[in-house]
């Protein structure tokens, strides 16, 4: 875990923030400490508390980081450390996505090491982006849909908050997130399309993990998915 602190350290100041984070140098060196204060917490078994505090950094980046050629990997980190203490706090399905995104945001993840991290490291491992068998089918186009199969329905779908930094610099744009939707209608397995802000990936990949579904049936059996999920960030006022 020594690694992906370092690492940490080095993309953070390399990130480009709101004026006001680059005014307040501490802020930066507050996340840093944050973050390896969760990693000293799973060394001690303390898993709520490390995820809490990765939460607390994760949920200040997606507000205040504007931009940055290093953004991805900072964001990716606080995912993966959340990830750990969720996985260690037995929270299986929120464990997963975050560990999802943060190969989505940051593919060099799909080969860290997790050992260290004991039962965490056990809930994480299937996780780890690779071809498995038996993948999800896609959900059929419109217009192909065999007559016994329905498509997946929302339940809970609300929007992200706008991240304040983009919103400053009138940014905005589409996020795709393809998952998999289970047959229990929890999303699963997120993945974006190049080429995506990752500022504002992030902000989506954070509330879509709590969307729910009706999930896919065929036959009237539930069925799990391949489905793209859209998310439209526009800041009314410009242009």
């Known amino acids: ?19 006001a984070v680059r005014q307040r140098p501490t802020v930066i060196d507050r996340w840093n400490d944050q973050l390896a204060k ?11 508390k490390g995820r809490d505090l990765a939460d607390s950094v994760l949920v200040e980046m997606i507000e205040l980081i504007a931009s940055g ?23 299986t399905a929120r464990a997963a996505w975050d560990y999802g995104a943060a190969q989505a945001l940051h593919p060099a993840f799909a080969s860290v090491d997790l ?9 994480l491992e299937p996780w780890r982006a690779k071809p498995r ?7 059929p186009e419109h217009g192909a849909t065999p ?8 339940i809970q779908n609300k929007h992200p908050s706008y991240p304040g930094a983009k919103r400053f610099q009138c940014s905005g744009g589409k996020v795709q997130i393809t998952s998999v939707i289970n047959e229990a209608g929890e999303v699963q397995a997120p993945q ?5 802000d990752p500022v504002l990936a992030a902000a989506a990949l954070n509330t879509v993990r709590d969307w729910r579904f009706v999930p896919a049936a065929l036959g009237g059996h539930p069925k799990a998915v391949t ?13």
């Open 192 to 196: 974006l399309s190049a080429g995506v």
């Open 69 to 91: 050629p290093d953004a991805s990997s900072a964001l990716a980190t606080s995912f993966l450390l959340r990830a750990i203490g969720e996985a260690g706090s037995g929270e």
């Open 115 to 123: 050992a260290p991290f004991g039962r965490a490291a056990t809930v």
């Open 38 to 48: 969760a990693n000293d917490s799973y060394s001690r078994g303390d898993w709520a």
């Open 1 to 19: 875990m020594k690694k992906i602190i370092t690492a940490t350290l080095l993309v953070l100041l390399s990130a480009t923030a709101h004026p």
């Open 133 to 139: 068998e038996g993948e999800p089918a896609q959900a």
């Open 147 to 154: 007559s016994d199969f329905t498509p997946p329905r929302y």
């Open 227 to 239: 489905y793209i999920l859209s998310v439209n960030f526009r800041v009314r006022g410009c242009l």
